[in-house]
């Protein structure tokens, strides 16, 4: 009987069809509700993207400042946006949609265009996810629909493209399709997606290392059959004829986007990489550099209110933490952005080391070895996705000047990662929770906080509940830390009681004057509290990723 309950288990998975067209339609209805609701300065910059790549000839694109929105995106891009400027109808070019000035000055057919592009481009991330769950084994496909359906209803989809306004739905499209590219042992056609996501939007170079290893192992390099005999051997580890078609592929592409800027590349290379900028954005991105510098925030508080605290540590500390006196202290958080402002210059620490590019580059680069090392050994499509997730993870936590959006990219790769055994859920739970909240600060309106917190608790009591339905039982279930499973639980659950408390404290702000003198700290409170759960969402992925090898066996064959 249990025979034959299996075999009409696997004809059932097989004739069932996995769609996600009513996900589009019913998501659809509710982005086209959301058309008229709050948008950042992002729509403007596009806006003005869409006017210098229209008015303008192409040298220019890169050297246009009229606005301080310049364009700072690869030049595929910029073609994209071209692209799309060439639909805008007569009634949105006289709204002001494509006027080259310092402020944007525009009306409702300009949001309700724009607003449509994102919504028509993303059919792009549907298509490509449909073309996963198609190409998935039966066996795997109830899991594949999983996935793509927790993607393309992600609440940081609709938060930062729908309301927010950007076009990662699209974006993230292409890169996805390197990865199922690289599922179905598709090399040149994952090493071509990837090339051309990076030429799109540049943060995906964060990703570059992991890509490079894994193409290197599985495509270029011949260790399935290579005995060494001698060194003369060592010419032949490299299969030649994939390394050229895979160098002319990634050439191909990138003379393709750079080529008609070729003259002027220190002025494209100065506009996609400001390291002018400080080491947190605006507002701080739930990372390593949220914890310092509310540590440093903490400090100086303490110690410009308790100046005995501050003449006791002096004592006992030397070079003391703070050289100089408590009045010229307060001089300097005067002078200089300590952090609190919400500005985007430069950031001064009171008490703590100031940070460098130079050491967020190689505590980078430290950890995305790390992770990269693993997949030389073992090239499989398990390893290469836990690979992506943590050189994400890196860029995210320690990097210079990192958005808060930059969370995407490490929510997505983990998605196809999770379904491959249950252990990796607490780590996947913590981080989804904590990056799609951490998002919640990008919709100020008042308005929009029963949606954004509404929106996301259903998606993670569905999905969570999902996953947890659908994942790969561990096949050594002792192995799992069931308290810290309870932690993670715990730590979600208070992520509520944060949500409304910080939304409380903004409803309040403008009564009591107290209030007024810590504007900044509903987004401290933010970011601190979402970075635990990201860093500690680190610390357990990569435990696995490094101690638990039976996680990563694999029956695949390079």
């Keep these: 009987m249990g025979k034959e309950s299996k075999e009409v288990t696997e004809v059932s ?22 058309i008229p609701d709050y948008f950042s300065t992002d729509f403007d910059v596009h806006r003005n993207w869409l006017a210098i790549t229209n008015k303008l000839p192409m040298k220019q694109w890169y050297y246009e400042h009229t606005s301080q929105w310049t364009l700072d995106y690869p030049p595929f891009f910029a073609y994209f946006e071209w692209f799309l400027s060439q639909f805008v109808p007569s009634y949105v070019k006289r709204d002001g949609c494509l006027d080259i000035v310092e402020v944007g000055q525009f009306g409702m057919p300009t949001v309700v265009f724009q607003r449509l592009t994102v919504i028509v481009s993303e059919i ?26 927790s993607i393309v209803l992600s609440p940081g989809f609709l938060i930062i493209d729908h309301i927010h306004f950007q076009y990662n739905g699209f974006l993230f499209a292409i890169l996805i399709a390197s990865i199922v590219a690289a599922r179905q042992k598709r090399y040149l056609l994952c090493g071509l997606f990837y090339s051309t996501a990076l030429c799109f939007k540049h943060i995906y170079l964060y990703l570059a290392p992991c890509y490079f290893v894994f193409l290197l192992r599985a495509y270029v390099l011949n260790l399935k059959d290579f005995k060494f005999r001698s060194y003369k051997d060592l010419i032949f580890i490299v299969n030649w004829t994939h390394l050229t078609k895979l160098g002319l592929t990634v050439i191909a592409t990138f003379s393709l986007c750079f080529g ?119 090239p499989s499509f398990k390893r290469f996705m836990g690979s ?15 958005h808060e959006k930059a969370i995407m990219l490490v929510i997505i790769p983990f998605s196809f990662l999770v379904v491959n055994d249950r252990r990796l859920l607490s780590s996947f739970m913590l981080l989804t929770s904590a990056g799609y909240v951490s998002l919640f600060p990008l919709l100020y309106e008042s308005q929009d906080f029963l949606l954004k917190a509404f929106y996301t608790y259903v998606w993670c009591v569905i999905y969570f509940f999902a996953f947890r339905k659908t994942t790969s039982i561990s096949t050594s279930v002792e192995r799992r830390i069931f308290f810290l499973d309870r932690l993670t639980l715990v730590y979600i659950f208070t992520l509520v009681p944060m949500v409304f408390f910080v939304h409380l404290r903004d409803l309040l702000g403008w009564k009591y004057k107290v209030l007024q003198n810590f504007e900044f700290l509903s987004l401290m409170i933010y970011s601190f509290y979402c970075s635990l759960g990201i860093i500690s969402s680190w610390f357990g992925l990569s435990w696995l990723y490094n101690f638990d090898e039976p996680l990563w066996v694999t029956d695949e064959k390079l």
């Design 260 to 378: 008609p800027f070729v003259m002027d590349m220190p002025q494209v290379l100065s506009r996609l990489f400001p390291f002018s900028r400080g080491l947190t954005h605006a507002y701080w991105a739930p990372n390593f550099w949220a914890i310092y510098s509310t540590i440093d925030k903490v400090l100086t508080i303490v110690f410009l209110k308790m100046p005995y605290i501050y003449k006791l540590t002096s004592k006992f500390i030397y070079p003391p933490l703070i050289p100089g006196s408590i009045d010229e202290i307060k001089a300097k958080m005067v002078e200089n952005n300590n952090g609190s402002k919400g500005l985007v210059e430069d950031v001064f620490f009171v008490i703590l080391p100031q940070i460098t590019p130079k050491l967020t580059f190689l505590l980078t680069l430290l950890y995305q070895v790390l992770a990269v090392i693993p997949v030389l050994f073992d």
């Design 124 to 149: 792009l991330l549907f298509v490509v996810l449909q073309v996963y769950i198609n190409t998935s084994k039966p066996s795997e496909r109830t899991q594949s629909f999983v996935v793509a359906a």
């Design 13 to 34: 998975g097989e004739t069932r069809r996995f769609s996600l067209w009513n996900f589009w339609i019913s998501s659809l209805i509710l982005k086209l509700l959301l």
């Design 388 to 402: 992506m997730t943590l050189c994400g993870l890196a860029s995210f936590l320690f990097g210079w000047h990192v």
